[in-house]
C-alpha cells in the first residue's frame, strides 16, 4: 500500500526540482573562466533554484547549457558563432551549441557573467550582491548581446591617508570589494606602492556608537592588509597607478558628511565621453554613500546615452519595486544641494581635525544661515529616504536604511554646530554645550545603527576623537 504514496511523492518532488544548468569551460581554461563560471552558477542557483554543474565538456543536448569563455579558451563555443570583438568586448548570445557568456579576454568573461546576472534583476552594490523582489523565468534562448566600452580604463581610488580610507580596512574586506567591483566592470584600482598605518583610536566606555566596532577596544582593530596586489590581479583587476581623470565619487575632500550629486557626475561623465577621454579614476570615500554613483558609471562606461536618473531606477527598481526611486531621487537631490552650499561656503565642515567643532565654539561671527539652510536640506532628505524604505520590498531595504540613517547622522551633526554658535551667549553657555554633546552622541549612535565597513567604523572613531569627546571636556 506504500508504493504508490512513494511514487507519487517522487514526482512530486521531481516536479518541483529546478532546471539542470550546465556551465562549460575549457580544460586549459584560464583561472578567470572558472571564476566566472562559478559566480555564475551561484547566482543561477540563487535565482532559479538550479542543479548546476561546471565541466569541460559539452553535453550532447544543448539545451540548459552555458558556455562560458571565447573559442580562444573554451573548444566547445563554435568560433563562427562568436562575434567579432575587441579585448573588452562582453558577449551574450544565444546559439545552437549553448548560451555564450564570454568576452575578448578573461576580465571581460567576468563582466558578461555579471551582466547576465544583471539581466536577470541581481544588482551589484559595493557591500554585495541583492536579488531580485520578483523571481525571473530562466530563459537562455533570444540573446544576442555585444557590449563595448566607451570608456576602456575604469579604476577605483580609495587610499586617501585617513581612517575613513582603505588603509583602515583589513583583507578580507577590501578584497570583497574588489569582487564586487569586477562585477560593476572596473578595472584598475589604485594601491599605493608605500602605505601608512592609520594612528589607533581607542574604543572604550565612553566611545559614542561602540556597539559598531563589535567589542573591538581599538580602530582600526588590525595591521593594514598586506598582499592586495596579488589578490586584485587574481580577479583581473590592474593595480599599475595611470594617468586617470579623477571623478570625485562624492565630496573632493574627506569629508565625513554625505556630500554628493549625481546629476554633477552626470554632467562631468558625459563632457568626458564628449571629449573621448577613455580612463577615469573613481575617488571614493564612504563607500555607502557611493552605490548609485558607481552604478551609474559602470553602465554610462558601456552606453553614453544613459543618464543618471535612469542609471538610479535600473538599480532600485527591481530590487525595490515601484513608488521607491521617486523618493530616493527627490533625496538625492536635496543631498545635491546641500554638498553646493557646503562646496561654496565651508568645503571643510565635515573634515575631521581636533578642532573641527571648536572653531564654530570659538568663531566671532553668529550662526551663519547656510549652516541652517544645510541641516534643512539634510532633514528633507533623511525624511523621504525613510519613506522610501517603508515603501521597499526585499533585500534591498539595507541599502536605502543606510542613507536614512546617514542622513540622520548628519542632521544630528549640523544641530552640534547650531549649538555651539549658541554657546556664543555666555547666558545659554552651558545649555547649549549640553545640546551639542547631546547632538553629537545621537548622531555618532545613529550612524552606528547601519555601520558596515571600516569606512563607517572609521567616521566614527574619528569623530569620538575630534568631536564627541573634545565637547565632553569642554563642557
Given at each position: 500500500m506504500w508504493r504508490p504514496l512513494l511514487v507519487c511523492l517522487s514526482l512530486s518532488v521531481s516536479a518541483l526540482a529546478g532546471p539542470k544548468v550546465i556551465f562549460v569551460i575549457g580544460a586549459k581554461a584560464p583561472p578567470l573562466d572558472r571564476l566566472a563560471a562559478e559566480q555564475l552558477a551561484g547566482d543561477f542557483k540563487a535565482l532559479f533554484e538550479a542543479e548546476t554543474v561546471i565541466q569541460t565538456t559539452a553535453p550532447a543536448d544543448a539545451s540548459g547549457t552555458v558556455l562560458v569563455g571565447s573559442p580562444l579558451s573554451n573548444p566547445a563555443i563554435p568560433a563562427d558563432a562568436f562575434p567579432k570583438t575587441t579585448e573588452q568586448g562582453v558577449v551574450i548570445k544565444s546559439t545552437k551549441a549553448g548560451l555564450i557568456v564570454g568576452g575578448g579576454c578573461p576580465s571581460a568573461t567576468m563582466w558578461a557573467v555579471s551582466e547576465l546576472s544583471y539581466h536577470f534583476g541581481i544588482?551589484?552594490?559595493?557591500?554585495?550582491?541583492?536579488?531580485?523582489?520578483?523571481?525571473?523565468?530562466?530563459?537562455?534562448?533570444?540573446?544576442?548581446?555585444?557590449?563595448e566600452p566607451k570608456i576602456t580604463k575604469r579604476g577605483w581610488s580609495m587610499f586617501n591617508g585617513s581612517a575613513t580610507g582603505a588603509e583602515s580596512w583589513g583583507k578580507t574586506e577590501l578584497v570583497a570589494l574588489f569582487r564586487q567591483l569586477v562585477k560593476l566592470k572596473y578595472t584598475h584600482v589604485l594601491i599605493p606602492i608605500r602605505r601608512s598605518a592609520v594612528k589607533p583610536i581607542a574604543v572604550d566606555g565612553d566611545t559614542a556608537g561602540r556597539k559598531a566596532f563589535e567589542g573591538a577596544k581599538q580602530f582600526p582593530a588590525s595591521a593594514p592588509a598586506a598582499d592586495l596586489e596579488a589578490e586584485a590581479k587574481a580577479l583581473g583587476l590592474v593595480v599599475l597607478p595611470m594617468d586617470f581623470v579623477t571623478h570625485s565619487l562624492g565630496a573632493r575632500v574627506t569629508s565625513v558628511l554625505p556630500q554628493f550629486s549625481l546629476a554633477d557626475l552626470?554632467?562631468?561623465?558625459?563632457?568626458?565621453?564628449?571629449?573621448?577621454?577613455?580612463?577615469?579614476?573613481?575617488?571614493?570615500?564612504?563607500?555607502?554613500?557611493?552605490n548609485a554613483?558607481?552604478?551609474?558609471?559602470?553602465?554610462?562606461?558601456?552606453?553614453?546615452?544613459?543618464?543618471?536618473?535612469?542609471?538610479?531606477?535600473e538599480l532600485v527598481t527591481p530590487i525595490c519595486g515601484e513608488g521607491v526611486i521617486e523618493r530616493l531621487q527627490m533625496g538625492f537631490d536635496l543631498i545635491a544641494?546641500?554638498?553646493?552650499?557646503?562646496?561654496?561656503n565651508d568645503s571643510s565642515v565635515g573634515v575631521p581635525d581636533p578642532r573641527m567643532f571648536l572653531r564654530h565654539l570659538d568663531a566671532?561671527?553668529?550662526?551663519?544661515?547656510?549652516?541652517?539652510?544645510?541641516?534643512?536640506?539634510?532633514?528633507g532628505a533623511m525624511n523621504e529616504m525613510y519613506r522610501a524604505n517603508t515603501r521597499a520590498r526585499g533585500?534591498?531595504?539595507p541599502f536605502i536604511l543606510y542613507h536614512a540613517k546617514r542622513l540622520e547622522f548628519a542632521l544630528h551633526y549640523f544641530t552640534a554646530l547650531e549649538s555651539l554658535y549658541k554657546a556664543h551667549d555666555p547666558a545659554a553657555r552651558a545649555e547649549s554645550l549640553e545640546a551639542a554633546v547631546e547632538a553629537s552622541y545621537n548622531a555618532l549612535n545613529a550612524y552606528a545603527d547601519v555601520a558596515r565597513d571600516a569606512s563607517d567604523r572609521g567616521v566614527i572613531a574619528l569623530l569620538n576623537e575630534h568631536g564627541y569627546r573634545v565637547l565632553l571636556e569642554t563642557k
Amino acid at each position: 500500500m506504500w508504493r504508490p504514496l512513494l511514487v507519487c511523492l517522487s514526482l512530486s518532488v521531481s516536479a518541483l526540482a529546478g532546471p539542470k544548468v550546465i556551465f562549460v569551460i575549457g580544460a586549459k581554461a584560464p583561472p578567470l573562466d572558472r571564476l566566472a563560471a562559478e559566480q555564475l552558477a551561484g547566482d543561477f542557483k540563487a535565482l532559479f533554484e538550479a542543479e548546476t554543474v561546471i565541466q569541460t565538456t559539452a553535453p550532447a543536448d544543448a539545451s540548459g547549457t552555458v558556455l562560458v569563455g571565447s573559442p580562444l579558451s573554451n573548444p566547445a563555443i563554435p568560433a563562427d558563432a562568436f562575434p567579432k570583438t575587441t579585448e573588452q568586448g562582453v558577449v551574450i548570445k544565444s546559439t545552437k551549441a549553448g548560451l555564450i557568456v564570454g568576452g575578448g579576454c578573461p576580465s571581460a568573461t567576468m563582466w558578461a557573467v555579471s551582466e547576465l546576472s544583471y539581466h536577470f534583476g541581481i544588482r551589484h552594490l559595493l557591500q554585495g550582491d541583492v536579488m531580485p523582489i520578483e523571481k525571473p523565468a530562466m530563459k537562455l534562448d533570444g540573446f544576442d548581446l555585444l557590449m563595448e566600452p566607451k570608456i576602456t580604463k575604469r579604476g577605483w581610488s580609495m587610499f586617501n591617508g585617513s581612517a575613513t580610507g582603505a588603509e583602515s580596512w583589513g583583507k578580507t574586506e577590501l578584497v570583497a570589494l574588489f569582487r564586487q567591483l569586477v562585477k560593476l566592470k572596473y578595472t584598475h584600482v589604485l594601491i599605493p606602492i608605500r602605505r601608512s598605518a592609520v594612528k589607533p583610536i581607542a574604543v572604550d566606555g565612553d566611545t559614542a556608537g561602540r556597539k559598531a566596532f563589535e567589542g573591538a577596544k581599538q580602530f582600526p582593530a588590525s595591521a593594514p592588509a598586506a598582499d592586495l596586489e596579488a589578490e586584485a590581479k587574481a580577479l583581473g583587476l590592474v593595480v599599475l597607478p595611470m594617468d586617470f581623470v579623477t571623478h570625485s565619487l562624492g565630496a573632493r575632500v574627506t569629508s565625513v558628511l554625505p556630500q554628493f550629486s549625481l546629476a554633477d557626475l552626470d554632467r562631468r561623465f558625459h563632457a568626458q565621453l564628449k571629449h573621448q577621454n577613455t580612463s577615469f579614476m573613481a575617488g571614493a570615500t564612504i563607500p555607502g554613500d557611493l552605490n548609485a554613483a558607481a552604478h551609474f558609471v559602470s553602465r554610462v562606461s558601456f552606453d553614453d546615452k544613459i543618464t543618471a536618473p535612469q542609471a538610479l531606477n535600473e538599480l532600485v527598481t527591481p530590487i525595490c519595486g515601484e513608488g521607491v526611486i521617486e523618493r530616493l531621487q527627490m533625496g538625492f537631490d536635496l543631498i545635491a544641494k546641500a554638498a553646493k552650499i557646503i562646496d561654496t561656503n565651508d568645503s571643510s565642515v565635515g573634515v575631521p581635525d581636533p578642532r573641527m567643532f571648536l572653531r564654530h565654539l570659538d568663531a566671532k561671527e553668529t550662526l551663519p544661515a547656510w549652516i541652517t539652510e544645510v541641516k534643512t536640506l539634510y532633514t528633507g532628505a533623511m525624511n523621504e529616504m525613510y519613506r522610501a524604505n517603508t515603501r521597499a520590498r526585499g533585500g534591498a531595504r539595507p541599502f536605502i536604511l543606510y542613507h536614512a540613517k546617514r542622513l540622520e547622522f548628519a542632521l544630528h551633526y549640523f544641530t552640534a554646530l547650531e549649538s555651539l554658535y549658541k554657546a556664543h551667549d555666555p547666558a545659554a553657555r552651558a545649555e547649549s554645550l549640553e545640546a551639542a554633546v547631546e547632538a553629537s552622541y545621537n548622531a555618532l549612535n545613529a550612524y552606528a545603527d547601519v555601520a558596515r565597513d571600516a569606512s563607517d567604523r572609521g567616521v566614527i572613531a574619528l569623530l569620538n576623537e575630534h568631536g564627541y569627546r573634545v565637547l565632553l571636556e569642554t563642557k
